[in-house]
Structures are given as structure tokens and as C-alpha cells.
């Protein structure tokens, strides 16, 4: 079946836009994560939805980072005046397992952004 | 606070031997271990898990982990390398203490270079 897909693939803002990065996740998984993957680290954790509930976004880097799943599918993450600190591969994830059930979770290829 | 450590920023091996790619982890409570590859403008490849049970762990394209709770280590390994393997490996810890969910903490990746 289709795996994580999320648009753009790439994307270049001017300091101070806002964009929105989209993922539509695997089928029926409920729970979804958004990962930060700045160039050469390992991904770092912004936000978790368990359907539609944002359980935890004690992740995401300031005020100006939002993400939403209003109808506990596909997720927006959203940056306002973006800045060049911004500038990173952004990971949707997905993942059948809850807090009760731990399962693997199964990656999109990423949002590159680039804040110029 | 969990935290994963990958001590080699790269390693180096001829296609047909043994590789090992080293992980050490430090969570509060039991550990979920996990190992993800990421070739070149792709996300993040599940490769195995270990949640309970046997130490050793079999997963996708051969590879295999040891858990070991004495030395907190959780090591990749595959008895014998391809050049296809050429890539950036991840290892990655959630804390099975926590019940809320499962985010993952990630090392900072260790790029494996098979030789022909």
C-alpha cells in the first residue's frame, strides 16, 4: 500500500513568509509525528497527534511553528516569518501503535525548506 | 532523559564481511530500540525493533541487533555487506516508561560505506 507521502518535496521561502508543509499519512494509523532534521544530525522530535488530539508539541521551536490534523488525517505543519535557523528536512511519520501499543513508526521522504 | 549515542561517524568495510554499526542508549525506564536507514533524498527506512523478549532481533535485508541491557548497547550488525548497504543508519530510543506516547529520540547517524 502507499506508504507516508508529503508536499512540497522542496520548498525555498524568503526570510519572514510563512509556508505550510503537508503529510498524508499511512491509512488507519492513528498516531502521526513531526521530526526536525537539520543537515548532518539526527532527526529531533517537534509534535505528536494521536487522531486528531495534539497530545504533545513540547517540540516545536517557538510560537511561530504550528501543526494541526483536524480530521485526524492528514497534517499541516506551519511556520510563520520564517527564518533562516528554520532552514531543515522536515519528517512527517506515522504510526499504527499508540502510548499503550508501541509500534515502528514509518517515515515520509521530507520537506526540504530552505530560508534564503 | 533518553538519549542515544553513536560513537562512529563512519564506518568503513569490505562487501563480503561482517559490519557492525554501535549504539548506546539511556532511558529512565525499559527501552524501545529501533533501527532506521536513510539513503540519499529519502526518508527514514524501518530496518528492526526490539520492544521485549529475545536479545536478538531479526530484521529487513539481512540485518540483525543484539540487545544488551548490561551494557545499554543495542549494535546493528549483518554478517555480510553489500555495497547496496552504503548508507546513513539510525538508531533510535523511546522510553517505555513514558505513557504517553512514543517519540523517538534519534542518534546522530553513522555513515556506513561498503567497498567493492
Known amino acids: 500500500g502507499a506508504g507516508v507521502s508529503q508536499s512540497p518535496r522542496y520548498k525555498v521561502a524568503k526570510r519572514g513568509q510563512d509556508v505550510a508543509l503537508r503529510c498524508d499519512p499511512i491509512?488507519?494509523?492513528?498516531?502521526l509525528f513531526w521530526y526536525q532534521q537539520a543537515l548532518g544530525q539526527g532527526p529531533e522530535f517537534l509534535t505528536y497527534f494521536q487522531n486528531e488530539a495534539q497530545l504533545d508539541k513540547s517540540g516545536l521551536p517557538s510560537d511561530r511553528f504550528f501543526a494541526e490534523r483536524p480530521e485526524g488525517s492528514v497534517s499541516t505543519l506551519k511556520i510563520q516569518r520564517t527564518q533562516q535557523e528554520d532552514s531543515a528536512v522536515y519528517l512527517c511519520?506515522?504510526?499504527?501503535?499508540?502510548?499503550?501499543?508501541?509500534?515502528?513508526?514509518?517515515f515520509g521522504p521530507g520537506t526540504r525548506l530552505t530560508v534564503t | 532523559a533518553q538519549s542515544v549515542a553513536q560513537p562512529e561517524d563512519q564506518v568503513n568495510v569490505a562487501e563480503g564481511n561482517p559490519l557492525t554499526v554501535k549504539c548506546t542508549y539511556s532511558v529512565s525506564g525499559n527501552p524501545y530500540l529501533f533501527w532506521y536507514v536513510q539513503y540519499p533524498n529519502r526518508g527514514l527506512q524501518f530496518l528492526l525493533k526490539y520492544i521485549t523478549g529475545d536479545n536478538l532481533v531479526k530484521g529487513s535485508y539481512g540485518f540483525e541487533a543484539e540487545f544488551n541491557k548490561s551494557q545499554t548497547s543495542f549494535h546493528l550488525k549483518k554478517p555480510s555487506a553489500l555495497v547496496s548497504d552504503s548508507a546513513l543508519y539510525f538508531c533510535a530510543v523511546s522510553d517505555g516508561m513514558n505513557t504517553g506516547f512514543q517519540k523517538l529520540v534519534f542518534g546522530t547517524g553513522t555513515r556506513l560505506l561498503v567497498s567493492p
Open positions: 511519520a506515522s504510526s499504527f501503535g499508540t502510548s499503550l501499543a508501541p509500534h515502528e513508526q514509518y
Open positions: 491509512s488507519g494509523h492513528v498516531s
